[in-house]
């Protein structure tokens, strides 16, 4: 879970969960950034519980989020989820 790996990033990565390299290149991304990856489905109409309860703790610390492989990827909608989780 990214709360246990990244509890006070900066950013986040969010990749598609339904592809793997998108998942790749987000993790390499994040670790090098000191970021978390934040998998979401690209389908979601909303977040799961575990990634609304990270993105309610990681909005203090939180300022940029990027999304690998663009709006074809994961379209601006479940990015608007994200930005919302994060109170923004």
């Known amino acids: ?6 509890p006070n990033a900066n ?3 969010l990749a ?3 592809n793997f390299p998108d998942g790749l290149a987000g993790a390499a ?5 000191g970021w978390a990856l934040l998998l979401v489905n690209p389908q979601a109409d909303a977040l799961n519980v575990d990634q609304s309860a990270y993105l309610q703790g ?8 990027t999304t690998v492989g ?3 990827a994961l379209p601006e909608s479940v990015a608007a989820l ?3 989780g994060l109170g923004a």
Request: positive net charge.
């Open 1 to 6: 879970m990214a709360s246990a790996v990244a």
């Open 11 to 13: 950013g986040i990565a």
């Open 16 to 18: 598609t969960g339904a």
């Open 29 to 33: 991304f994040a670790a090098r950034s």
């Open 58 to 65: 990681a909005r203090a610390s939180v300022r940029s989020v």
């Open 70 to 72: 663009g709006t074809s």
């Open 82 to 84: 994200v930005a919302a």
